[in-house]
């Protein structure tokens, strides 16, 4: 399979690269009402190469920026589309993330499959990532054509109860790409994980991982304000 970047579709976010933990106890509250921390402090949370737990993956491409805006865009010029899946496709271009920072991380391995990680925070939670790419995955029951590219693409409901869809894309037979997309928002803070020809049980562990990981680091720091 040909591994190809398009144009009419997004699988990173806002520039941050495709990019063994217990899931912690405690109040969910206390990590929502964290206030926004900034991108170094949100890549000292991102995931080690061992906390991964994929086998043969280095992190690389480590990426932080600070006070930038960020896309949730995941099939470009999504007027083209109607019905439902046309409208949670707009959505989600349409919205804008302004964060305060974010912090991304790939786990590349030899055969050129990878799990990127990303984290951003926000002033404000008016916007959930994870909710507008719940609604794209609840209404896009069907494969997308566009008719100028001739691009297919197709959501595919995951296995597991987290926010997030397989999104696979077909240019012509060979020139394709599949991502796992998973997303979760912890208040202030918000989770996307991205496996590019991943397996979806290895994105999810990842996912779990990155989720517990980040919790525990927010839930230290409420107790360091209390």
């Known amino acids: ?28 509250n ?3 009402s964290v206030e926004a921390q900034d991108g170094a ?6 995931l080690t190469d061992g906390e991964s737990g994929l086998t043969g993956a280095t992190g690389v491409n480590d990426t932080v920026l600070e006070g930038e805006t960020i896309p949730l865009v995941v099939v470009a010029e999504a007027e083209k589309f109607e019905g439902a ?18 912090a991304a991380r790939t786990f590349q391995r030899e055969d050129g499959t990878g799990v990127a990680v990303a984290q951003f925070s926000t ?25 100028e590219t001739g691009a297919e693409y197709t959501f595919t409901p995951l296995e597991s109860d987290v926010s997030g869809f397989i999104f696979d894309i077909t240019v012509t037979p060979g020139n ?7 997303l979760k ?27 517990a990981k980040t919790e525990q680091g927010l839930r230290e720091v409420a107790e360091q304000g209390s």
């Open 1 to 28: 399979m040909t591994r190809k970047m398009f144009r009419s579709a997004s699988v990173a976010v806002g520039g941050l690269t495709l990019a063994l933990a217990l899931t912690a106890c405690g109040d969910s």
């Open 85 to 102: 899946c046309g409208e949670a496709l707009q959505a989600a271009e349409a919205a804008e993330l302004g964060t305060v920072g974010s």
């Open 185 to 211: 928002d912890l208040g202030h803070h918000h989770i996307l994980v991205a496996g590019v020809d991943a397996d979806e049980a290895d994105v999810k562990a990842v996912f779990d991982a990155q989720v």
């Open 30 to 32: 206390e990590v929502d």
């Open 176 to 182: 394709e790409s599949s991502s796992v997309m998973m």
């Open 41 to 46: 402090a949100l890549q000292e949370l991102l």
């Open 123 to 147: 002033d404000t939670t008016d916007v959930s990532p994870a909710q507008l790419y719940t609604d794209i995955a609840e209404a896009c029951e069907e494969p997308l054509k566009d008719d």
